[in-house]
């Protein structure tokens, strides 16, 4: 099951994007591979600390506190590598576009969900 959430910067919408939150699907998104549902990445909550250990290429891991505020953005995650913030409350996997080096999400943002 998929989700859209909006990315709100000083009251206006900045970026959109489409995410799973259901825990089965988890294993079964990875990015270069088909996946069973039109999404851009992960949503993972509760959570703090995530790893890309399996996959097959990099993604932009966004951690987000209270009130969906966003903590802190890591961009481009590498296959094997870890990552925390132990004040997360739930952390945002973004699939890697191959033509933008960073995120237009930044600390301070809001997740606002839709629908």
């Known amino acids: 099951m ?16 489409y995410v799973a939150r259901n825990k089965k699907w988890i294993s079964r998104i990875l990015p270069n591979e088909k996946t069973p549902i ?7 909550i509760p959570c703090m600390v995530i790893h890309s250990f399996f996959r097959k ?12 505020r966003v903590l802190k953005t890591e ?5 094997w590598r870890l990552s925390m913030n132990l004040r997360a ?3 945002l996997e973004l699939y890697c576009d191959n033509n933008s080096n960073r995120p237009i999400i930044k600390e301070g943002d809001v997740i606002s969900w839709v629908g």
Do not use: F, Q, W
Request: net charge positive; charged share 30%.
């Open 38 to 44: 039109d999404t851009d990445g992960i949503v993972n």
């Open 57 to 68: 290429s990099s993604v932009n891991v966004i951690y987000l506190g209270k009130g969906d």
């Open 75 to 79: 961009v481009k995650l590498k296959p």
């Open 89 to 91: 409350r739930a952390v």
């Open 2 to 17: 998929s989700r859209a959430i909006e990315i709100m910067r000083n009251g206006e919408v900045v970026s959109k994007h």
